[in-house]
Antibody
Framework: QVQVVESGGGVVQTGRSLRLSCAAS????????MHWVRQAPGKGLEWVAV????????KYADSVKGRFTISRDNSKNSLNLQMNNLRVDDTAVYYC???????????????WGQGTLVTVSS | NFLLTQPHSVSQSPGKTISISCTRS????????VQWYQQRPGSAPTPVIY?????PSGVPYRVSGSVDRSSNSASLTISGLETADEGDYYC?????????FGGGTKLIVL
C-alpha cells in the first residue's frame, strides 16, 4: 500500500536550518509529483512546496520562497525539504503528500504521511 | 490568489445531516475542482471528496460533494451522522498556480 513517512523534525532556534525527509514506498515514486503541506499548532493547512515527478521543477508558497528548497532522489524514493533561516511562524507539523495522478498535477493530494513537528524557538 | 472561506464549526446529532460550505472569494468555484479532507484529532488529513463530488475508494455514499455557482460555493454533505465523523474538514482547490485550503470547519457530533 502507498506509504509516506516523514522524519527530521525537532526544535531549532530562529535563523537556523533543518532538513526534513520523506520516505516513500508502495508505489512508483518517480512517477508522481510530491508536496509538502504544513499545519501550525491549532491552525489550518497550508501548502508549502511541490516538486515535479522528474525533479526538474519546483514551486513554493510565497511564505517560504527563498528560504526553503524541495528536492527528491528518485533512486532512493525520498523527498526532502531544506529549511533555512527559520522563523517562529514556521513552527508546524510538516506533511509529505503525494499528488493523485502520475506525470502531472491533479490539484489534490491522495496520500499523506503522519507528519513531523518542527518547532522554531526564539 | 483566491481565498476559500468555511464556517468555523458545525454541530449536529447522530443520524442527522449536515452541510459544510466553502465559498470562493474570486473567480468561479466551478472553474477549478474542489476537494475535501477529513482530519481526525492527532491524525493526518485524508481525502473524502475530490473533483467536486467524487468519492475516493472506501468513503461511504452518505458523504457527498456539490458546487453551487449562484453562491460561488462548494458544499460537503454528510448524512446519517456518526460519532466517527467528528473532526476537522478542509476544502481545497488548485487554480493551476496555487494550492489553496479553506480555514477548516470543526464538525461536532453530539
Amino acid at each position: 500500500q502507498v506509504q509516506v513517512v516523514e522524519s527530521g523534525g525537532g526544535v531549532v532556534q530562529t535563523g537556523r536550518s533543518l532538513r526534513l525527509s520523506c520516505a516513500a514506498s508502495g508505489f512508483t515514486f518517480s512517477n508522481y509529483a510530491m508536496h509538502w503541506v504544513r499545519q501550525a499548532p491549532g491552525k489550518g493547512l497550508e501548502w508549502v512546496a511541490v516538486i515535479w515527478y522528474h525533479g526538474g521543477n519546483e514551486k513554493y508558497a510565497d511564505s517560504v520562497k527563498g528560504r526553503f528548497t524541495i528536492s527528491r532522489d528518485n533512486s532512493k524514493n525520498s523527498l526532502n525539504l531544506q529549511m533555512n533561516n527559520l522563523r517562529v511562524d514556521d513552527t508546524a507539523v510538516y506533511y509529505c503528500a503525494r499528488d493523485s495522478v502520475p506525470y502531472s498535477f491533479s490539484g489534490w493530494f491522495d496520500s499523506w504521511g503522519q507528519g513531523t513537528l518542527v518547532t522554531v524557538s526564539s | 490568489n483566491f481565498l476559500l472561506t468555511q464556517p468555523h464549526s458545525v454541530s449536529q446529532s447522530p443520524g442527522k445531516t449536515i452541510s459544510i460550505s466553502c465559498t470562493r472569494s474570486s473567480g468561479s468555484i466551478a472553474s477549478n475542482y474542489v476537494q475535501w479532507y477529513q482530519q481526525r484529532p492527532g491524525s493526518a488529513p485524508t481525502p473524502v471528496i475530490y473533483e467536486h463530488h467524487q468519492r475516493p475508494s472506501g468513503v461511504p455514499y452518505r458523504v457527498s460533494g456539490s458546487v453551487d455557482r449562484s453562491s460561488n460555493s462548494a458544499s460537503l454533505t454528510i448524512s446519517g451522522l456518526e460519532t466517527a465523523d467528528e473532526g476537522d474538514y478542509y476544502c481545497q482547490s488548485y487554480d493551476g498556480s496555487n494550492w489553496v485550503f479553506g480555514g477548516g470547519t470543526k464538525l461536532i457530533v453530539l
